[in-house]
């Protein structure tokens, strides 16, 4: 059960865009779209932001978005605030045997 | 409004045992699957248990087959982590979350709870 791999920090100015990478395998990300992305900001507990690669649930703003291109996933976030510093993680679906896994962690910095 | 409340957590001995539970509210707990994730002190998320909403399947991460057992009682609303054999390692912050559907397979975490620490040393 390797980890999804994810770039360690990312950063932009208020008002820009990033965008932050998950990359699996075709046993994982690029085997099923069920990929999901997870808020963490310090001392906290995750906050699911995006879900089944596109999906936002209802409250999450609409600067953020998930695409998916063979087995890596991304998480683009627009806009940028400086609320939205924090930890993103993606997860994936791993089949049966593996069931779950989660990327690494990615740092953002709101510069 | 969905909640889940872990305890159980605390400091143990390498070798020993802790039982953790998580207690739902806010919806209908046997109609889907549950999970636990830990996160090492620093380090990032780790899928560790699942378990299917009537308890009739159960999934676990290499790190802790054998040694971790899932399971939970619908008539209490209760999800369960027993940990045995806990190693170093096993140190972190372990946290519930809800599935969002009944199997478990192909979801997501749509809600979490505020985690428990457990500490394995001597």
């Known amino acids: 059960q390797s980890a999804l791999t994810q770039p360690p920090s990312a950063s932009g100015s208020p008002g820009q865009s990033v965008t932050i990478s998950c990359t699996g395998t075709?046993?994982?990300?690029?085997?099923?779209?069920?990929v999901s992305w997870y808020q963490q900001h310090p001392g906290k507990a995750p906050k699911l932001m995006i879900y089944?690669?596109?999906e936002r649930p209802s409250g999450v703003p609409d600067r953020f978005s998930g695409s998916k291109s063979g087995n890596t996933a991304s998480l683009t976030v627009s806009g940028l605030q400086a609320e939205d510093e924090a930890d993103y993680y993606c997860s994936s679906y791993a089949g049966s045997n593996n069931f779950k896994v989660f990327g690494g962690g990615t740092k953002l910095t709101v510069l | 409004e969905v909640q889940l409340v872990e305890s159980g957590g605390g400091l143990v001995q390498p070798g020993g045992s802790l039982r953790l539970s998580c207690a739902a509210s806010g919806f209908t707990f046997s109609g889907y699957a549950m999970s636990w994730v830990r996160q090492a002190p620093g380090k990032g998320l780790e899928w560790v248990s699942a378990?299917?909403?009537?308890?009739?399947?159960?999934h676990y991460a290499d790190s802790v087959k054998g040694r971790f057992t899932i399971s939970r009682d619908n008539s209490k609303n209760t999800l369960y982590l027993q940990m045995n054999s806990l190693r170093a390692e096993d140190t972190a912050v372990y946290y519930c979350g809800k599935e969002a559907n009944y199997y478990g397979s192909g979801s997501t975490i749509d809600c979490w709870g505020q985690g428990t620490l457990v500490t394995v040393s001597s």
């Open positions: 378990i299917s909403g009537s308890a009739g399947s159960t």
């Open positions: 089944e690669v596109t």
């Open positions: 075709s046993s994982d990300v690029g085997g099923y779209n069920y």
